[in-house]
């Protein structure tokens, strides 16, 4: 059974990295994709970026295209997001999630929601 566990956000000034994680506890996700979205408050869960079960296909946002990369690793059952040049339009709590039907980018479409882990950034 997927469980999905965020990771890796934290305090960070523009112009900083930082790479977050999200782990399948339950090893299950190897033939999923997996989805990052962000959601800050009042506000909707946005796609960020996702990636297909073989890690062959990626897409992202057009606002983190560029600066992001969201990349797998089956042997670790994890899928990683690199963010690079972060701005104050990405302080949100990131979630990842998976999806049976390949790359998709409304939320509604996605389950196994993590818990997410907060990413702040700070002029």
Not at 59 to 64: E, K, L
Not at 81 to 104: H, K, P, R, W
Request: glycine content about 10%.
């Amino acid at each position: 059974q997927v469980q999905l566990e965020e990771s890796g956000g934290g305090l960070v000034q523009v112009g900083d990295s930082l790479r977050l994680s999200c782990v399948d506890i339950g090893r299950a996700f190897t033939h999923l994709a997996v989805g990052w979205f962000r959601q800050t408050p009042g506000k909707e869960r946005d796609f960020v970026a996702a990636i297909n079960w073989d890690g062959a296909s990626t897409y992202y946002s057009d606002r983190v295209r560029g600066r992001f990369t969201i990349s797998r690793d089956s042997a670790e059952n994890t899928v990683y997001l690199q963010m690079n040049s972060l701005n104050l339009d990405d302080t949100a709590v990131y979630f990842c999630a998976t999806q049976t039907e390949g790359i998709l980018t409304a939320a509604n479409t996605y389950d196994n929601w993590g818990p997410g882990t907060q990413v702040t950034v700070s002029s």
